[in-house]
């Protein structure tokens, strides 16, 4: 089967499924880009959902994502399994990390909202420090 074959089975069917996918994944790419302008907002998770919504509805849009310049390339790596830089990901986790300390001391006041925050920051360190292969483990054999 060729590759065009391949990506022709991966667009849904359904054109209403299609619009509705298009649509989420420009919602994601728009969050990618808030997430460039605002500390401890992630960008490569919101661009890689992105491109997973355009690989089901627009290969065009696609490859779009995985050309941007700067975080296409993190994307091409994920999907590949080579996962994040050691680098990137120590910036990723001090990011939400100070985000989410500064989140919860300073701009929350209900205790619930606190607690939802600290355990989706720890939830979020945790995957990106332990479930997220590092790119140089990978390259070297070492897996994560």
């Known amino acids: 089967m060729s590759d065009k074959n391949e990506k022709e089975d991966q667009i849904v069917a359904s054109n209403l499924l299609?619009?509705?996918?298009?649509?989420?994944?420009?919602?994601?790419?728009?969050?990618g880009f808030i997430g460039v302008l605002i500390p401890g907002m992630p960008t490569t998770v919101?661009?890689?959902?992105?491109?997973w919504c355009f690989a089901k509805s627009s290969p065009r849009f696609e490859q779009w994502?995985?050309?941007?310049p700067g975080i296409g390339k993190f994307v091409q790596d994920h999907r590949s399994g080579?996962?994040?830089?050691?680098?990137?990901?120590?910036?990723?986790?001090?990011?939400?990390?100070?985000?989410?300390?500064?989140?919860?001391?300073?701009?929350?006041?209900?205790?619930?909202?606190?607690?939802?925050?600290?355990?989706?920051g720890i939830f979020g360190v945790w995957y990106v420090g332990i479930?997220?292969?590092?790119?140089?483990?990978?390259?070297?054999?070492e897996g994560h």
């Open 65 to 68: 994502v995985l050309q941007l």
């Open 82 to 120: 080579l996962g994040m830089p050691r680098k990137s990901k120590f910036v990723a986790i001090a990011m939400m990390s100070i985000a989410v300390f500064f989140s919860i001391v300073f701009a929350i006041n209900q205790a619930w909202v606190r607690f939802l925050v600290g355990a989706v």
């Open 18 to 31: 299609r619009y509705l996918l298009l649509i989420l994944g420009f919602f994601f790419v728009a969050l």
């Open 46 to 51: 919101f661009m890689i959902m992105a491109a």
């Open 131 to 141: 479930k997220v292969p590092t790119r140089e483990n990978v390259i070297s054999g």
